[in-house]
Structure formats: structure tokens, C-alpha cells
């Protein structure tokens, strides 16, 4: 296999070396081929977590190697959201740009990831999602994406450079569920049935004042044709989690690079190195409260997926923003991006239930499908289904 010619305008690679990592010939995902966001420790290949400063080894990835094994063939890195603290793809590197509108963000933290599903240049990417970073770049970027539930044994984040141990995840990118699935059934053993919508009782979180009108009307719209095919659908709602995701994500990410910090210019952006020493200064009962109020969220999570098979949400609060734009237009006014989308997405990383990012009626506007922790199948299945009418790109 020889390495496939394409520009990079976009900046999503981090590294493409001048030979592929072949896959194991005659294996059950032979013939695909995958990018590795430059968390995954890969010998041979650099890590930089797309930043200038000095970074941990993680070691090698326990889930590369076992695609490669499984027969799918790495072409290189992607680039992310510096070290992956952030939802708009900057980095050390210039940042990735958005695959059809160079003017506007691609979303992060997987940024390159969902860049080269977009272009075809590969079949599927390998992510990581701590508040939403698979799932965000797959709306804007128009593919799909899945974070799976929380320590799931087929996607391991083993050999991947942390953020937040309580919140990541390790995940695929894909232009539709289709090979999503494939990559799943290859990892797990385990085939991944279709799922009839019929009496499927789904909770429709659409917080009005937390989208545009836009992602508004394609969330109803979703929402109509899962009705449509039988589904059962009634209003949910779910807090805000910020107050215990932000403390818990930054606090952890700040030990993470503890060795860096040290430093008084260790090489992160501004806003990166602002982010860590505001974990840095936290306190262990700060920390000790976040994480009370995070059991408390699970608890309301639990209580909701009694009464729900499935959520319906927004994966994103607008379409994708122009590069540099740090406030949006909502229905229910102004507000700072980054708390706009993480709102949104953060919930199901704090709390690890398996998640599906789908594109919907609306150019650039994904939908997030949310199951109950440890069904992953059954939602891939329902996301799935070919009767489903589930939007995907081609």
C-alpha cells in the first residue's frame, strides 16, 4: 500500500509518514483505512498532542495495535485542539481548518480527525471525547461519530494521553454509522443487530434558549421522522453540568502536564496555559465538591434513563462558527462559545453513557443519540437501522 497523494490545506495532519502501518491481511476490517489523533502513543510516529510544549509518553496504544491486528491500515496523525482542551481545533500548529469553509472552525478536540473522514481520506479516525470532541467536530464537519460508554473493554484509552481520566473516552469518526458498526462488531466479536424504532421511548432534550433556530428546527425535524417510524417521544430535561465538569477536567489535566507547568513558559498557547494554572490552583475541596455534584448528575442521568429508552439532543448550538469567534447568537441570547457547546455535549463525558453524533437535515448540524451506559449495541443498532431514516453523508 502506498501512501495516498492529498493536500493539507486544512492542516489536520500532524504527520503522515511516507509508508502506511499495513493491516494484518485477511482481517475483518482488511481493506479500511484510519487516522490516529496525535494522542495515541504509536512507535515510530512523534506525539505532540498538536502543541509546542513538552508532553508525557503514553506508551503504545493498546487500540491501534489492535486494528492494525484486526486488518485496518494507519496512514498517519491528526491534529487536535491543542493537547485537547478546547471545541474549536486551535493548536501550537496554526489550528485545522473547516473541510469545505476555510473560513469557519472545524470543532474539536478532534479536529483533523473528522477533517479527514470528511475528505475521504480515510474510511474512519480515531478520536477521544472528554466533553464532547468527537462529537462536536463530527456535527460541523457533517459525519458521524461515537463515544462509547465509559471504559468500554473494546475501546481502550491505554497508551493515549490522558486529559481528564474520570471523562475520556476513546472513539471512531466515520462518514456514516455503517462503518462505525463495522469497526465495532471487528473489535468486540460481537455482531451489531438493526433496531426497529417501533415503541422506542425517546426523552427530547432541545434546551430553546441553548441553540439558534437552526439546530432548533433540525432537532424537530430529527425528532419527527423517529416519530414517524414508531417511536414514542416526550420532553426531557438535564442541568447544566459545567460546575463539576470544568473543575474535574481542568484540576486532572493540570497533573497530567504537571511537568510542563514547572516551567514558566513551558510552550502551551496563552489560553491553554490560563486553562492549566487554573487548574493548578484549585483545591482539594473544590475538586472534593465537583465530584459530589457530578454523583449528583449521574444520579439524575440514572432516574432519566428509567423513564427514557434514548435522548434526543443537539450535539452542537449553532452551525460552525467563524474562526476567532468566541461568542454565539442564541434563542435565548448571547453566549460565550465555549459554554454554549459544552453544555450541550459535556454531560455524557462526565457521566460516560454511550453517545452517537449524527448529521442532520441541516448542513453542519449534528443530533446526539444517547443510550444507557453499557447498551452501546443496542444504540448502534437503532442508529443504524437502514428503515431508521437517519440522515448520513455519503
Same mark, same amino acid.
Given at each position: 500500500?502506498t ?7 486544512q492542516?489536520a495532519?500532524?504527520?503522515r509518514?511516507?509508508s ?25 510516529w512523534?506525539?505532540t498532542?498538536s502543541?509546542r510544549?513538552?508532553?508525557?509518553d ?5 487500540l ?8 485496518a491500515?494507519a496512514?498517519?496523525?491528526t ?18 481548518r ?5 473560513g ?5 478536540s478532534?479536529s483533523?480527525?473528522a ?9 474512519f479516525?480515531l ?8 462529537r ?13 460508554t465509559?471504559d ?16 475520556d ?6 462518514r ?8 465495532q462488531?471487528?473489535?468486540t ?11 422506542v421511548?425517546?426523552g427530547?432534550?432541545?434546551?430553546e434558549g ?5 439546530v ?6 430529527f425528532?419527527a421522522g ?8 416526550? $420532553? ?8 463539576a465538569?470544568?473543575?474535574?477536567v ?5 497533573r497530567?502536564h ?6 514558566p ?10 486553562s ?7 483545591t482539594?475541596?473544590e ?24 435522548l434526543l439532543? $443537539?450535539?452542537v448550538?449553532t452551525?460552525?462558527?467563524?474562526a476567532g469567534?468566541?461568542?454565539v ?13 459544552l ?14 453524533a449524527?448529521?442532520?437535515s ?6 446526539q443519540?444517547?443510550?444507557r $451506559? ?9 442508529a ?11
Open positions: 500500500m501512501l495516498p497523494d492529498f493536500p493539507d490545506s492542516r495532519w500532524a504527520s509518514p511516507a502506511p502501518l499495513r493491516g494484518a491481511p485477511g482481517g475483518p476490517l482488511a481493506g479500511l483505512t484510519f487516522s490516529v489523533k496525535d494522542l495515541y502513543g504509536v512507535p515510530g512523534p506525539l498532542a502543541t510544549a513538552p508532553v508525557p503514553p506508551g503504545e496504544s493498546v491501534v495495535r489492535r486494528l492494525l491486528d484486526l486488518g491500515s496512514l498517519g496523525k491534529h487536535l485542539h491543542e493537547i485537547a482542551l478546547g471545541i474549536t481545533g486551535m493548536n501550537g500548529f496554526g489550528g485545522t473547516h473541510p469545505f469553509d476555510p469557519r472552525v472545524p470543532g474539536g478532534s483533523g480527525a477533517v479527514s473522514v470528511a475528505l475521504g481520506q480515510v474510511d479516525a478520536g477521544t471525547d472528554t466533553g464532547g470532541s468527537i462536536v467536530p463530527a456535527a460541523w464537519c457533517g459525519v458521524a461519530g461515537y463515544k462509547p465509559k468500554h473493554p473494546a475501546w481502550s484509552l491505554a497508551g493515549v494521553l490522558p486529559l481528564s481520566p474520570t471523562c473516552h476513546a472513539g471512531p469518526l466515520a456514516d454509522v455503517r462503518t462505525i458498526v463495522r469497526v462488531e471487528a473489535l466479536g460481537q455482531a451489531v443487530a438493526a433496531q426497529d424504532w417501533e415503541g421511548r425517546v427530547v432534550w432541545l434546551p441553548w441553540v439558534d433556530a437552526s432548533r428546527d433540525a432537532v424537530r425535524a425528532a423517529l416519530e414517524e417510524l414508531g417511536a414514542v417521544l416526550s $420532553p426531557a430535561d438535564f442541568p447544566e453540568v459545567l460546575d465538569y470544568t473543575p474535574i481542568l484540576g486532572e489535566a493540570a497530567v504537571a511537568e510542563a507547568l514547572q516551567h513558559d513551558p510552550g502551551f498557547l496563552p489560553s491553554t496555559l490560563a492549566l494554572r487554573q487548574g493548578q490552583a484549585l482539594p475541596d475538586l472534593q465538591a465537583a465530584h459530589a455534584r457530578r454523583a449528583e448528575y449521574r444520579a439524575f442521568l440514572d432516574d432519566l434513563l428509567t423513564r427514557f429508552d434514548l439532543a $443537539p450535539a448550538p452551525p460552525p462558527p467563524l469567534q468566541d461568542e447568537e442564541l434563542l435565548g441570547g448571547p453566549a460565550p462559545l465555549r459554554r454554549a457547546v453544555r450541550l455535549t459535556a454531560p455524557f463525558s462526565l457521566l460516560g453513557a454511550p453517545t452517537v449524527l448529521p442532520s441541516t448542513p453542519f448540524v449534528g443530533v443519540l444517547v443510550g $451506559p453499557g447498551e452501546d449495541d443496542r444504540l448502534l443498532g437503532l443504524s437501522a437502514p428503515e431508521s431514516g437517519v440522515r448520513h453523508t455519503s
